[in-house]
């Protein structure tokens, strides 16, 4: 079994992913090196406002992280994250 901070650890990640914005921000990083907000807006057809807040939560859990060029904004998976989320949304891709 395991320990009580794993499963909160768990619960937390399987909290932010059940949201399908996220999800769909996760899987569009998850296919490029690194995307701005304005493409993410494009392609999922969010507005601004919704993609930085849910990039954010991503950036906030470890799974995302950003750098300022000019006055956009690029977001990516972290590297030494980025193995494991492709595994797991292909993962549940199969469900």
């Known amino acids: ?10 619960a937390q990640t399987l909290k932010l992913l059940g949201d399908p914005s996220r999800l769909r921000i996760l899987y569009t990083l998850a296919s490029e090196r ?3 907000v304005s493409a993410i807006c494009r392609r999922l057809r969010l ?21 300022r060029s000019g006055k956009e904004i690029y977001y990516a998976i972290v590297p030494s994250r980025k193995r494991s989320i492709k595994a797991l949304l292909a993962r549940l891709e199969a469900i």
């Open 1 to 10: 079994m395991p320990s009580v901070k794993t499963i909160q650890t768990v």
């Open 34 to 36: 690194e995307v701005n």
């Open 47 to 67: 507005p601004q406002s919704t993609v930085s807040r849910h990039l954010s939560l991503l950036r906030m859990s470890g799974l995302a992280e950003n750098r």
